[in-house]
């Protein structure tokens, strides 16, 4: 079992930055591979980040380059540091976790779920 509790959302105008945290219970949780996920009002939640268990990365093509995500095990945290943001990136963000190796796009092939944090960017 893992709990996630995001943190670190706001709101910011545009050009600006936030880093979102998501701290993970569970002696496991270093074996999961996380994701971030995104959900605009009116559209369908989608993958904007994700991270293996071994820290390799992806990245939705609408977010590289100016999303990061990274993990520190030893404080079971994984990180979403957004630079140069835009309107477009507001919605609420989720941290997850997937009980195996891959970042998957689709959000039903994840286990767990954190509350969300509101990001909101303003033009």
């Given at each position: 079992?893992?709990?996630?509790?995001?943190?670190?959302?706001g709101l910011v105008?545009?050009?600006?930055?936030?880093?979102?945290?998501?701290?993970?219970?569970?002696?496991?949780?270093?074996?999961?591979?996380?994701?971030?996920?995104?959900?605009?009002?009116?559209?369908e939640r989608e993958?904007?980040a994700g991270i293996?268990?071994?820290?390799?990365?992806?990245?939705?093509?609408?977010?590289?380059?100016?999303?990061?995500?990274?993990?520190?095990?030893?404080?079971?945290?994984?990180?979403?540091?957004?630079?140069?943001?835009?309107?477009?990136?507001?919605?609420?963000?989720?941290?997850?976790?997937?009980?195996?190796?891959?970042?998957?796009?689709?959000?039903?092939?994840?286990?767990?779920?954190?509350?969300?944090?509101?990001?909101?960017?303003?033009?």
């Amino acid at each position: 079992q893992v709990q996630l509790v995001e943190s670190g959302g706001g709101l910011v105008q545009a050009g600006g930055s936030l880093r979102l945290s998501c701290a993970g219970s569970g002696r496991t949780f270093s074996t999961y591979a996380m994701g971030w996920f995104r959900q605009a009002p009116g559209k369908e939640r989608e993958l904007v980040a994700g991270i293996t268990n071994i820290g390799s990365t992806n990245y939705a093509d609408s977010v590289k380059g100016r999303f990061t995500t990274s993990r520190d095990n030893t404080k079971n945290t994984v990180y979403l540091q957004m630079n140069s943001l835009k309107p477009e990136d507001t919605g609420v963000y989720y941290c997850t976790a997937r009980g195996r190796y891959a970042v998957v796009a689709d959000p039903k092939q994840y286990d767990y779920w954190g509350q969300g944090t509101q990001v909101t960017v303003s033009s």
